[in-house]
């Protein structure tokens, strides 16, 4: 396995044979991100190359954010992608992709536009600009053909496969299924800032996801109602229940749809999704 951790290191890079398929984290890795290694294997068979990136990016991050104490585990990162067969690891520093020059004077940036400001974005403002800024900058730099996002952060993965197609990218943008542990919790770094007791009711929120699949056939509302049921019953106060279109859009009235929720717990702020289905005249 190759550890690059400067740009002019990834760029000298040789490409391979066949597919370059790209993994981007913060590290702190856990199963949700070795799934994705494993993925990315099978697209890039044994003639292409799996390239994982980790950097903790601090745009993304807003000032009363975790961004200092986000989890930083490197050495057990490391030692996850070499078990999973990755071929390259980029970990650059801050310094390397935001040189003093960008970061004071130039404000150049993606902007995520209207999809940006909802759901995440209202609590997160900014939030999806800094992170579609550095996906942007990391696909120039690993140049990939195939990219894999999990669906856990699903307005992330919609929001990278806008992009993408708004600046004509030549990559495929690959959504891969939330992987979760046995109590059905979501796999996320910040998961281990959960207590015991916080971690049991934690477990309410994709018990709570199920609820709202199990009704989605009487239409949003109902959606929305059991989803909160299950939540206050946990002693849990959502920062939002929605469903939306699959692709985000508004107001979805049939057919496939996403329900999306965030619900802090011990200041951990969790969020998930799931795909329902709103049948044909909900
Ligand atoms: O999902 C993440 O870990 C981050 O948002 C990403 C895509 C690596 C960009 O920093």
Avoid at 220 to 244: C, F, G, M, N
Wanted: with cysteine; charged share 20%; net charge negative.
């Amino acid at each position: 396995m190759e550890i690059c951790t400067s740009p002019e290191e990834m760029r000298a890079l040789e490409a391979a044979a066949g597919p370059t398929v790209v993994v981007m984290t913060m590290g702190a890795l856990h199963a949700g991100h070795t799934q994705l290694m494993d993925v990315a294997r099978g697209y890039a068979g044994t003639s292409g190359r799996v390239v994982v990136t980790i950097f903790v990016n601090p745009r993304q991050f807003g000032p009363t954010e975790d961004f200092d104490s986000y989890p930083r585990t490197f050495k057990r990162d490391l030692q996850l992608c070499e078990e999973h067969e990755v071929d390259v690891v980029f970990a650059p520093d801050v310094e390397q992709m935001y040189p003093s020059a960008e970061t004071s004077v130039s404000t150049i940036a993606i902007t995520a536009g209207v999809l940006g400001d909802i759901l995440e974005g209202v609590q997160r403002p900014g939030h999806f600009d800094g992170m579609l800024t550095i996906v942007a900058k990391l696909f120039h730099l690993t140049e990939p053909n195939i990219a894999l996002f999990g669906e856990k952060d699903y307005q992330q993965l919609v929001l990278i496969r806008d992009m993408v197609h708004a600046l004509d990218w030549p990559l495929h943008v690959v959504g891969v299924p939330t992987v979760r542990d046995d109590d059905g919790l979501a796999c996320s770094s910040r998961n281990k800032f959960l207590s015991k007791s916080g971690r049991s009711q934690a477990a309410a929120v994709p018990r709570a996801l199920q609820a709202g699949v199990q009704v989605a056939h009487r239409g949003t509302d109902a959606i929305v109602r059991s989803v909160t049921q299950v939540l206050h019953k946990a002693d849990l106060a959502p920062d939002y229940v929605e469903v939306r279109g699959a692709d985000l859009s508004a107001d979805p009235n049939t057919g496939e749809a996403r329900l999306l929720v965030a619900v802090p717990v011990e200041g951990v702020r969790l969020i998930d999704n799931t795909a329902v289905n709103l049948g044909e005249h909900a």
